[in-house]
């Protein structure tokens, strides 16, 4: 039922979409090998580089495990002759920030041409405010038609002027069945004497706090300075009862499939990469939120390469195989939520059962019950400091 | 030549020259800029102003009291495990070590051609919930049935006294290496028991190595928070985790520069306080 709702509405949307289509677009993607057009100022920066530096999160690519590369990656190479130096440095938005920020700050470039970064941290829309992100050449990406009709318009950057959207994922909570009963709820994950010492919960204060309010029954996208109390204290209680055993990033998976943790937050597609039958994911029963991941250009990068690869990117067969990968070659994919409209539509051919994974293309029962964070909340420097003070004790 | 053959007052100062730009430049001139900034206030977002503010100092102490206290304490006792695990080391290597002697040296040092950061990741393994170490220590009942290493304090001074050994144990085998083994014979020679003759004569010899050790253990190991992050728990953050946080994350420079200058003055305290308890003279022999 709710699958069938989905796909009707992604042909709805994909058939609007496909209006948007512009011919001088269309030709300036195409032009992309034109090594020799004139040399006039305006062509050169139409101009590929050889390398495309890429900063992403770990686990966020299609992958092939034997051989250690990224086909999608290889197939952008092969099709424009454009390297790419694919770097996974991203381990949570605050710490690759800190990176950054300096060289930018001083207007200098920091050797990337794409990173991403998510919208449930304040860093996207203080990148834009600073002018230290480009705006994207969208007469490159004319499959920017192909962006989900509900991502188009995000309030820190309305037109998708500096931001194209990687993937979406939900926040929820993972656990091991070998060392733990089901894990499905805060309270059992913050309060269950079993699990002491046994479980991280996320650095990102958006994802904590949303799925921590929820369980207080208080509502993340509206916070209030008594829920934000009140989610604090719960933490706080759970770190000084050595409940909490560290804060993390995308680093809680190795520990996790380990067995040094029984459960963590979490988030949805990292479990479906590791692919761990014992390791399972749910949304928390009172609730989880929903974030996505956004491309930017920084500053001192080659806008055009870097457009041309969102271009490709958004080609629904490519982004349909960064999410499910290629089980002919064994190739995994990212198993997040996909942004590209028409993706759905290829996967259903080839490979029906991650079409129909509810965390790529997840159900209606499930988009009701998470939530987005307040925006406000993620640039107020009370919260910020409290939350800093919180995660390193 | 002929000019410094007039003026020959001025060859030392010629030859400290560059060390005493680099030191100039690299050292005094970024200290500067961090007292500059230590005072400022405002935000990331509009900016930071000059402006005397003091407040910054005493928020650094009134806060993060804990922090630095847990920062002293690690560093401190990982300084004088590594004291007792390096000296034995040095002294059976500078004694009895013979014609291995460069060999064994590289043996202490070989593990730090490997990059700090897997260093302390290996720990990481070696400490695991499911590994060797902590079950054999469930297994002999140090450690409970569900008591565990890693996210605890043992974690972070077992990383850091690994990760400092070096610094410790080099210095005390130069001073140790240095002793004149006849003076050690007269001791004997004239009744004293081995253990008298190294109280009497060995150990006093080898202090500036212990002094030089310590100071160069602890002094890194206070501010370190690649352990203490990786090791550690929330609960044993030291205020290098805070310092890296502040600037890095909170984007909160002023705040950030006093504490580095808060942690630089009780670091210098703790060092004169132990200069003056074991004496000056005994650092250059």
């Given amino acids: ?393 | 030549m002929a000019f410094l053959h007039r003026h020959r007052g001025l060859t030392p100062y010629l030859l400290l020259a560059p060390g005493l730009a680099w030191l100039a430049v690299f050292f005094i001139v970024p200290l500067g800029f961090l007292a500059y900034q230590s005072l400022q206030s405002g935000n990331f977002d509009v900016g930071y102003a000059f402006s005397w503010a003091w407040g910054n100092y005493w928020h650094a102490i009134r806060d993060y009291r804990g922090h630095f206290i847990r920062s002293l304490e690690y560093a401190g006792i990982a300084t004088a495990l590594a004291l007792v695990v390096s000296y034995p080391v040095a002294y059976w290597i500078a004694f009895r070590g013979g014609r291995w002697k460069n060999l064994l040296l590289l043996f202490i040092v070989a593990p730090f051609f490997v990059t700090y950061l897997i260093r302390t990741l290996a720990w990481e393994t070696i400490l695991a919930d499911n590994g060797f170490v902590v079950r054999t220590l469930q297994a002999v009942h140090l450690l409970g049935s569900g008591g565990r290493l890693l996210a605890t304090s043992t974690a972070v001074v077992a990383g850091i006294t690994y990760n400092f050994l070096p610094f410790m144990a080099l210095p005390l085998y130069v001073s140790l290496e240095q002793i004149d083994e006849s003076l050690i014979e007269a001791a004997q020679d004239l009744y004293a028991s081995r253990w008298k003759a190294f109280l009497r004569v060995t150990l006093p010899l080898s202090l500036p190595g212990v002094i030089a050790g310590t100071l160069l253990t602890f002094i890194p190991a206070a501010g370190d928070f690649i352990n203490a992050q990786l090791l550690g728990s929330p609960q044993n953050h030291m205020i290098g985790n805070v310092i890296q946080s502040k600037f890095l994350e909170l984007t909160d420079y002023p705040a950030a520069a006093s504490m580095s200058f808060v942690l630089m003055i009780l670091i210098l305290m703790a060092v004169l306080a132990y200069a003056r308890a074991v004496g000056t003279e005994k650092l250059t022999g």
Avoid at chain 1, 201 to 213: F, G, H, Q, Y
Avoid at chain 1, 371 to 384: P, R, T, V, W
Wanted: glycine share 8%; charged share 20%.
């Fill in chain 1, 1 to 393: 039922m709710t699958d069938l709702y989905t796909r009707r509405k992604l042909l709805e949307r994909a058939a609007a979409g496909g209006a948007v289509l512009t011919v001088p677009g269309f030709l300036a993607a195409c032009g992309g090998s034109g090594k020799k057009a004139a040399a006039t100022a305006a062509s050169s920066s139409h101009k590929l580089a050889k390398t495309l530096r890429f900063s992403n999160w770990t686990l966020y690519m299609d992958t092939n495990n034997k051989k250690h590369t990224h086909p999608t990656l290889l197939q952008f190479q092969q099709k424009y002759g454009v390297q790419v130096q694919y770097t996974e440095d991203i381990n949570d938005n605050a710490s690759f920030f800190g990176k950054i920020q300096g060289p930018l700050s001083r207007g200098q470039s920091i050797d990337r041409d794409l990173i991403v970064m998510t919208d449930n941290s304040r860093y996207p829309s203080l990148l834009i405010k600073k002018g230290w992100v480009e705006k994207l050449d969208k007469n490159a990406i004319p499959n920017i038609k192909n962006l989900q009709p509900a991502l188009q318009h995000p309030n820190w950057d309305p037109n998708r002027d500096y931001s194209l959207p990687w993937q979406s994922g939900m926040t929820g909570i993972a656990f091991n069945d070998k060392l733990s009963d089901p894990v499905l709820s805060i309270d059992d994950l913050f309060g269950n004497p079993k699990l002491k010492g046994k479980i991280t919960c996320l650095n990102e204060m958006a994802d904590a706090l949303s799925l921590v309010m929820l369980s207080n029954g208080d509502d993340p996208s509206n916070v209030t300075d008594k829920t934000f109390n009140r989610a604090i204290a719960k933490i706080k209680k759970a770190v000084d009862s050595k409940q909490i055993r560290q804060f993390t990033g995308n680093d809680y998976a190795p520990p996790l499939a380990k067995g040094d943790l029984a459960a963590a937050m979490s988030w949805s597609g990292d479990i479906a990469q590791i692919g761990n039958k014992h390791i399972h994911w749910n949304l928390a029963t009172d609730g989880g939120d929903i974030w996505t991941d956004n491309m930017l250009i920084p500053k001192g990068a080659n806008v055009y390469t870097a457009s041309v690869y969102m271009n490709f990117a958004y080609d629904p067969k490519i982004a349909a195989q960064i999410e499910g990968g290629d089980p002919k070659t064994g190739d995994t994919g990212v198993y997040y939520i996909c942004p590209v409209v028409g993706a759905r539509e290829v996967l259903l051919k080839k490979q029906p059962a991650i079409a129909k994974n509810a965390l790529i293309f997840p159900t209606k029962k499930m988009l009701d019950n998470v939530h987005i964070f307040d925006a406000k909340a993620l640039n107020n420097q009370k919260y910020l400091t409290v939350w800093q003070n919180l995660i390193s004790a």
